[in-house]
């Protein structure tokens, strides 16, 4: 008999647009996850309203992301894929939650700090709690595993202890999931302009390459991306570090090679070298955009792979709330 496959779940706001780093340091790992796990992987968008998007861009960004993922390789004959909003039974198992946290400790959670810094005129109930919420979006599909970055390991460890919570007074119900990544497939992105912060969705855009840059963008990116003018034999700096480790990406080895042994050599042509990789970039991502611009157009498309999500999601869910209302005591007829 086959052994089932552990259940991985993993979520992406629909809040600005895919980049360079969501494919490395998370879509890349999706991808080799569908192969060998049972995996749920979700649009974030009741997430999303802590911000306060605007409605009418809503439903546009939820299936841009849909497909850029699936574009980027996401097999939706491997994964389940939906919207967390498509799942009610989240919301009453985040209410049960929420009994189990503590202000204290969500006062606490540095992305809360920062939030609360960076937008002190809206610091509203769904940010303080938005660890909780989650924590049950991986606890009610019971996931063993969540793909994570270092910056998200601390919500993962609240995943736990609200885990650790409901068990120890109600009865055993969650695993305790634990991060997972493929340890050798981890790769930083870096911003192009050389202040050592990550590539983002919102800030500096210029910075950023996204997936679905036209090929002039891409190129007039990677032509501004800093650079520096050490001596012969110094170290590399970050920002070339940085243009390096992007070379290796969507570069052939002998390419990566050969600017390598010109840094070292003092011969460098940085603008040679950005050249090689815009052209380089290009071939990369061009596939990846003009499918998800595809996908984008056919809507009926993504809203059936997104029901069909929907649904699997759904009735995994509601068996995990059907049992933890039972432990609660909401089982009265």
Same mark, same amino acid.
């Given at each position: 008999?086959a052994t089932e496959k552990e259940i991985v ?79 009610? +039974? ?7 939650? $929420? ?67 409901? $068990? ?7 695993? +305790?999931?634990?991060?997972?990544n493929y340890g050798d497939n981890l790769v ?9 912060? &990550?590539?983002?969705?919102?800030e500096n855009e210029m910075a950023t390459i ?10 007039? &990116? ?37 600017? +390598? ?41 993504? +809203? ?11 009735? $995994? ?17």
């Amino acid at each position: 008999m086959a052994t089932e496959k552990e259940i991985v779940v993993s979520g992406i706001r629909p809040t600005g647009y895919l980049h360079l780093g969501n494919y490395f340091g998370a879509i890349r790992n999706y991808i080799r996850m569908q192969e060998d796990f049972n995996c749920y992987f979700f649009v974030a968008d009741w997430h999303s309203l802590t911000t306060h998007p605007d409605p009418k861009d809503l439903k546009g960004n939820v299936m841009r992301v849909l497909a850029e993922n699936i574009a980027s390789g996401l097999d939706p004959e491997k994964v389940t894929l939906y919207a967390q909003s498509d799942i009610p +039974e989240v919301a009453e198992l985040y209410l049960y939650m $929420n009994m189990l946290a503590y202000m204290g400790e969500l006062e606490k959670v540095p992305t809360f700090k920062d939030k609360v810094r960076q937008q002190p005129q809206n610091v509203n109930a769904g940010l303080l709690t938005y660890p909780v919420l989650m924590s049950v979006d991986i606890l009610i599909q019971r996931a063993v595993k969540v793909p994570v970055g270092k910056d998200q390991g601390q919500h993962l460890e609240m995943a736990r202890n609200y885990a650790q919570r409901f $068990n120890n007074r109600y009865g055993e119900l969650f695993p +305790e999931p634990v991060a997972f990544n493929y340890g050798d497939n981890l790769v930083r992105i870096l911003s192009l302009d050389g202040n050592g912060g &990550k590539m983002s969705k919102s800030e500096n855009e210029m910075a950023t390459i996204y997936l679905s840059d036209s090929d002039e963008k891409i190129i007039n &990116k990677l032509k501004k991306a800093k650079t520096d003018s050490g001596a012969p034999g110094e170290p590399m700096s970050e920002s070339v570090q940085n243009l390096i480790t992007l070379m290796k990406l969507v570069s052939a080895p002998d390419t990566v090679k050969f600017f +390598e042994d010109a840094h070292a050599a003092g011969t460098i042509r940085y603008g040679d070298m950005k050249g090689q990789l815009g052209a380089d970039m290009v071939k990369f991502i061009a596939p990846i955009r003009d499918k998800a611009a595809e996908l984008q157009r056919d809507t009926t498309y993504l +809203e059936k792979i997104m029901k069909a999500g929907a649904e699997k999601a759904r009735a $995994n869910a509601a068996q995990t709330l059907q049992q933890a209302r039972k432990l609660i005591g909401f089982n009265y007829y």
